[in-house]
């Protein structure tokens, strides 16, 4: 059954929607990945135009995050002081993030940069974190030599403005999560999307965040940052698709929960290495995009609102 | 309806051929003169009829909103494929289809195509900057291209059939992705390869109900229908987790 969408001024399968809604929701919920990074591109592989695709992901995305949050929240699994500390960086770096996404637009190459930044961005996180957790499994199979650093001190550490982020069991200076929060908004506000497959990571490695406290801390970040790009593309290019939003919402939130079960029931690494192949999937896919020879050498970046 | 609009209409036309001695050596119009773009807008086609004061060839085209088009052209680029040079033409049609009653090469000539814009090789594309004639070329025929497979420039000539020696009739299709706006659906008259008569006919493509509203309010009213956006996915995750409450 189509479905004519006001705004992206397209007509498609009702169904195919939702079905792309609840089987990113279910991946958002099981890694607290707002999962951006794959709802946009598969929506332009549908037929939505590139800019009414990252906008409407965004507004998608603020839902999608708030039913996660609610549901990791019920298990005591949200640290809210790290979660407004890491978005203090964020709305500031979104700020800058914007400015050079209308920068490239303007000298046509934004397509290019989103598409490098996904590349550069998935693969060596995806790398990272599948070494990681493969050893992290590896050594748990050999009883006895599970035991390991449990605190590396280095120059982080030694950084002021020392804090206590009690639910996290970490003591650690708030420039770190301020910082990283900068970071990941000026590359969401480029990339288009919320950021947790840098957030899930950095809070891992750089922050040292026990890992069941991640998913819902780097959700409850993704909202806010989510609505932010939402209210700023609706504003400036009226990209925003509600109608696209919602569809992909009413399958997004449902799958979302039934994500967040399955995800409690899987070991922090085995998590890590699942999603560590997902990303490298995606890098791969985006890697062999830009190398390969396009069908079409022309393209006219009005005609798909891009 | 449009069946029974259209019957009726033809047999108008009839009625007033069949009259006192007319000056208009074409008269035509359209089944429809409103494309209603709704929820469940998936494309649509509208019947240009009409009739000719003796045995001629008729060609009709219809044109979309004029509006400055920027095509990029890629390159390689240390390995990878960017975009790297393009160029802006003036006023280019954002929808562009053609019907006649024959091949339009054996029954007009260039001169009068080109006169007249009959067909895509005869549309003007008009470089905003200074640019080599030939690649101005290149890239115009690669912008009708991408249009063509967008199926906003017609790909192939519609056929406008005759029946008998005066009436005649095609169906022009759009597609769901028609661009909005004022169209212009153009009949020629074609006698001995030269245009010898013609008439324009206006035809509005626009959203209307629902639709409608939601893409103007987005429009007038960005903020409120940003923060709107917003409000609703808060509220379609907090309803989503309800039933699960308690698990």
Known sequence: MDIYLPVAEVSLDIFVLLGIGAGV????????????????????????????????SANQLVGASVSGVLAHYRRGRVDFKMGFTLLMGGLAGSVLGVWLFTLFARLGQLELVISLCFVVLLGVLGAMMGVESVRTILRQRRPGAARHRLHRHTWMHGLPLKTRFRRSQLYISALLPVGLGFAVGVLSAIMGIGGGFLMVPAMIYTLGMPTAMVPGTSLLQIIFVAANVTMLQAYTSHTVDAVLALLLLVGGVIGAQFGTRFGTRLRGEQLRFLLAILVLVVAAKLARDLTLRPADLFMIPTDNRG | MNGRRLGLALLGLVALLTGPARAEPVVADLSSHLIAITTGFTGASVVLFGATDGAADVVAIIRGPERDVTIWRKGKIAGVWANTESVTFANIPSFYAVAASRPLNDILSPAAATLYKIGTDHLKFEPKTPTDPDRARVFADALIEVRKRANVFSPSHEKIAFLGDRLFRTTFFFPANVPTGTYLVEVFLVRDKDVVGGQTTPLIVSKVGIDAAVFDFARQNAVAYGAIAVMMAVMAGWIASLPFRNT
């Open chain 1, 25 to 56: 929701g279910f991946l958002s919920g099981v890694f607290g990945v707002g999962g951006g990074f794959l709802l946009t591109p598969l929506l332009i592989l549908i037929g939505v135009p590139p800019a009414v695709a990252v906008a409407s």
